[in-house]
């Protein structure tokens, strides 16, 4: 930032972002279908070869570098896919906002992202979306309780977080998807 302060603006940021759609409404649909593009992309790429490598590598690391997989390869380039994927959002939510600034991504912001993909589950591609529908939902439905809110919150996310070390909501897909393929 201090290299290049002119062309980031330094903290004052870059303000005067020109929106990618004009209504409220509009982007909403379009962060939307970006949402659903984003995840069949993804369950796409979990159901492939690279996704049943990035398993075995979860799994064993030794035993899928004795077997000749690159792992360090695998192990970068899902990090730039998943950087990727990262630098997208948060150009959409740049013009969203209409600026970037070092404001807008405060450690809170940062704290209650991470909170929102480990309350749903880390390992599932539902998990993270779940996880944040669930963590809205639950900082709107406390809205009215006043000092109370952020003790109940707090509380009710320690619980999940204790009890459910796998998520809430991946476990619970997991769970619904193999009762639904025994049914069948």
């Known amino acids: 930032m201090l290299i290049y302060w002119e062309q980031t603006g330094g903290e004052e940021g870059i ?26 992309l993804l369950m796409w790429l979990a159901r492939s070869n690279w996704g049943l490598i990035l ?3 979860r799994g064993d690391e030794a035993t899928c570098q004795a077997a000749g997989i690159n792992v360090t390869y695998y192990k970068i380039a899902s990090l730039m896919i998943s950087a990727a994927f990262a630098g997208a959002g948060g150009a959409m939510y740049a013009h969203y906002q209409l600026q970037v600034s070092p404001q807008l991504f405060a450690v809170v912001t940062s704290i209650t992202i ?43 996310l320690i619980l999940i977080l204790f009890f459910l070390p796998n998520g809430l909501i991946a476990p619970t897909w997991r769970k619904l998807r193999a009762s639904l ?4």
């Open 55 to 57: 398993r075995a590598i």
């Open 181 to 184: 393929g025994a049914k069948a």
């Open 114 to 156: 991470i909170t929102m993909v480990y309350v749903g589950g880390m390992a599932s591609i539902y998990g993270p979306v779940g996880g944040a529908i669930l963590l809205v939902l639950l900082t709107e439905l406390l809205r009215n309780f006043g000092e109370w809110r952020l003790m109940i919150y707090s509380c009710t």
């Open 15 to 40: 303000n005067g972002l020109t929106p990618l759609i004009k209504s409220q409404l509009g982007f909403y649909y379009f962060a939307l279908a970006v949402l659903v593009l984003t995840t069949a």
